[in-house]
């Protein structure tokens, strides 16, 4: 059958009344009308003014403020071990014991010795004053017969001999004199003896020197040990305090020295993958050089670690406090999403629309950003939901209770 145009309009008459009549029923059954676009469901945050601390983030290493390797300072055999690895020890407290009684033999060798020189010394001293009382005898017979010779009293022959009388016994007198020093001279060689063998005993047992925790044990009971050896019997590291090392850009290096200069600068620092709190220590070191290869410089915090949180070789996240911005606009993390134009957030404005606005960012904080352009405090900005948002369309705030409820993107 041949279509005349009279035809073809007709029919195209028909299909516009069904088309209107279709929209007509489903506008009655409560659907949308074609073509129209739901309100898209979204969760939203406000924007709010803070005090924002200015923060440097960075990874570092935990390092014990002190390493002792304990190693024998005289030669023996050891009798005993007295702790285990992996204890903590306090200063002073006893660790290994060496054989004692070589050291024991030698200490009293060195007495005797010094109880010997010592009763030289009390001989030459006697002998010194037996010397110098004859010598003044002798000098006084020698003045009486120098006034006898003068008056012919004395011949030549016996004043001479009550002079050489004299000079004898001033030379023995000096002799004695000489020996009394060489006596003291031993006194004190011995006395010198006997404190290096006291010492050498004392040495016989080690002890911690510091508070700290012991690691793997490298000589047992029965094991002959040499002084000063290569190979220590223990390695002891002191945990508490303890120091987190880091390295931050040389920019900032003015900041972290005038913050040092103004007082402590706090420095917070997390295990990674755990929920723990934070630890806050103190920035106590800055390099006295820049690393030239990399343009950073290290750095150091020092943690009290009251509960050995941090462990020696540990990594962790490092956050350098460098004081406050004041008045600052900031929103959620999740609020701010990223294009090729650079960071945006969708502000909801009073007609319930989505507005696309670029933003310029500051600083982060905990799990929320400083916006230092682009939104004002006040402002409430779509916190999730941006995959069922366009930039202008509609939006439905839910609440907590609906989010549930809200339909996948």
């Not at 676009?37 to 570092?60: D, I, M, N, Y």
């Not at 040495?203 to 040499?226: E, F, I, K, N, Q």
């Not at 929103?331 to 969708?346: F, I, K, M, R």
Request: charged share 20%; with cysteine; aromatic share 6%.
């Amino acid at each position: 059958m041949k279509l005349t145009k009279y035809t073809r309009a007709g029919m195209l008459f028909g299909a516009a009344l069904g088309m209107l009549s279709g929209c007509q029923q489903a506008t009655k059954a409560g659907g949308p009308p074609p073509g129209t676009v739901q309100a898209a469901p979204v969760h939203t945050a406000t924007a709010t003014s803070e005090r924002v601390p200015v923060e440097l983030t960075a990874f570092g290493a935990a390092e014990p403020l002190s390493t002792i390797a304990l190693k024998a300072q005289v030669s023996g055999e050891i009798m005993e071990v007295l702790f285990k690895e992996g204890d903590r020890v306090a200063p002073g407290q006893p660790l290994f014991r060496i054989d004692p009684r070589p050291f024991e033999a030698k200490l009293a060798e060195a007495e005797a010795m010094l109880a010997r020189s010592e009763a030289q010394r009390s001989l030459a001293e006697a002998n010194l004053r037996e010397n110098e009382v004859m010598l003044r005898n002798a000098q006084v017979e020698l003045d009486r017969n120098k006034a006898l010779l003068e008056r012919e009293f004395v011949t030549q022959e016996e004043f001479d001999q009550s002079r050489t009388a004299a000079e004898a016994l001033r030379a023995s007198a000096g002799a004695d004199t000489a020996a009394v020093r060489a006596a003291g001279e031993e006194i004190r060689a011995a006395q010198a003896a006997v404190e290096a063998a006291r010492l050498d005993l004392a040495y016989c047992t080690l002890s911690s020197p510091l508070d700290g925790r012991t690691g793997s044990l490298m000589a047992h009971r029965g094991d002959l040990v040499s002084a000063n050896a290569s190979a220590p019997l223990v390695v002891i590291t002191q945990t508490q305090p303890m120091y987190v090392s880091f390295t931050l850009p040389e920019r900032y290096l003015n900041q972290l020295r005038e913050g040092m200069a103004a007082g402590a600068v706090p420095v917070y620092a997390t295990i990674p993958d755990t929920a723990m709190d934070p630890l806050e220590g103190k920035l106590t070191f800055i390099d006295n050089a820049v690393d030239k290869v990399t343009s950073t410089i290290r750095l150091k915090a020092q943690f009290e670690n009251t509960g050995e949180t941090l462990w020696p070789g540990q990594y962790v996240n490092v956050r350098a406090g460098l004081g406050f911005l004041e008045n600052r606009t900031t929103v959620p993390g999740e609020a701010v999403q990223t294009s090729q134009d650079g960071p945006y957030v969708y502000v909801i404005t009073a007609e319930k629309t989505a507005e696309l606005r670029q933003v310029k960012l500051g600083p982060a904080f905990g799990n929320r950003l400083v916006i230092e352009e682009g939104v004002a405090p006040g402002e409430s900005v779509m916190s999730d939901g941006h995959l069922r948002v366009a930039p202008g369309g509609a939006v439905t705030v839910l609440d907590e209770s609906q989010a549930a409820e809200a339909p996948a993107p």
